[in-house]
């Protein structure tokens, strides 16, 4: 009964990405026939819920507010549209027009991108945010991957990733010989092999049924992954070492990007700015009452670990992933440098 259980999930996945290519040829088609305004499709892998979907609502509020005659924005959210790998190939070719997409399947259309799986790459959440809020610099990474026919335009907060699992980790020690979940990323392998574990990367949504059935002993993510995703029920302890800070990004296809009117674009960097805000917003409130759920609800225990004892065991990384990958020595000098800084503050 549980293989046909699963056989039927993946089919009922595939049937959901058919049915939205399908969905997708069809407005194609239809935005040709005599449609006065351009149709502009966003996908993401997120509920309606989630901050970075409503952060698009007001991207989408904003453009058609000032460009309505002109444009229409259409959101398709839950992989509607396919994996976001699949949905960031669409956007290279132009079948859509933007995608919400995780840094690390960023990584192989920029090696810039490698950068956000060094764990502990920023002292704080403050200095994350402000790194990603400095659109000059940042400005160097959105246009790294214009070879590949793409462009970030904003970013949108994913959180602080921090361990959770069926048992409590208070130190680095209690994590040898454990198996974790992380996320496809050749950093986050050796992160976990520096600690003594076991890295096992896997597809997000197989996590919950991996740690309920012993597959696995837990996962890393950020606060929601308790809730919205329902890891709380089978890990009941979540430990606050905060690894990663890792971003999403808002990418939009180039073609689309230059054909824009100076105007035009204006709006649509404005827009991609207020969405990031709303989500900023929204994420804020949403993180509180996961945590608030997570605890009185589903019995997880929030344990504060000493954050520098995790550090030091990878702090080895940084120099071997600078030594394989010049292109993200100048982001990792800029950061460091704002690290020192706000240190001696």
């Given at each position: 009964m549980e293989a046909e259980a699963v056989a039927k999930n993946k089919f009922s996945k595939y049937a959901a990405v058919f049915a939205g290519l399908v969905l997708l040829t069809v407005l194609t088609g239809c935005a040709g026939q005599g449609e006065s305004r351009r149709i502009i499709r966003i996908a993401h892998g997120q509920s309606e819920t989630h901050p970075e979907h409503l952060g698009l609502l007001a991207f989408k509020e904003y453009v058609e507010e000032k460009l309505g005659d002109k444009?229409?924005?259409?959101?398709?959210?839950?992989?509607?549209?396919?994996?976001?790998?699949?949905?960031?190939?669409?956007?290279?070719t132009g079948a859509i027009d933007f995608v919400v997409a995780g840094t690390a399947n960023l990584e192989t259309f920029a090696d810039v991108y490698e950068i956000f799986s060094m764990?502990?790459?920023?002292?704080?959440?403050?200095?994350?945010?402000?790194?990603?809020?400095?659109?000059?610099?940042?400005k160097n990474i959105y246009e790294s991957t214009d070879e590949a026919g793409f462009e970030a335009l904003t970013w949108y907060n994913a959180g602080t990733r921090n361990f959770y699992a069926k048992k409590p980790i208070y130190a680095p020690e209690d994590l040898k010989g454990q198996k974790i979940r992380v996320q496809q990323s050749p950093a986050s392998v050796k992160m976990m092999q520096a600690f003594g574990a076991a890295a096992s990367p896997m597809s997000f949504g197989e996590v919950y049924t991996a740690i309920q059935q012993g597959v696995i002993e837990g996962a890393e993510n950020n606060e929601l992954a308790l809730t919205n995703n329902k890891h709380g029920e089978v890990a009941k302890y979540y430990s606050y070492d905060q690894h990663q800070m890792v971003p999403d990004m808002l990418i939009g296809n180039l073609k689309f990007l230059e054909g824009l009117t100076e105007e035009e674009r204006k709006i649509f960097e404005e827009a991609a700015d207020i969405s990031t805000q709303t989500e900023q917003e929204k994420w804020a409130e949403q993180i509180e009452e996961a945590k608030n759920i997570a605890e009185n609800q589903m019995g997880v225990e929030f344990i504060e670990v000493?954050?520098?004892?995790?550090k030091e065991k990878v702090l080895p990384l940084h120099e071997e992933m600078l030594e394989k990958n010049e292109d993200i020595r100048d982001f990792y000098e800029y950061i460091q440098e704002i690290n020192e800084k706000a240190a001696e503050d």
């Open positions: 444009y229409e924005i259409q959101i398709f959210p839950n992989e509607i549209l396919g994996s976001a790998q699949k949905a960031i190939e669409l956007t290279q764990p502990y790459l920023f002292d704080s959440p403050e200095i994350y945010e402000s790194v990603m809020n400095d659109k000059d610099y940042m000493d954050v520098d004892a995790f």
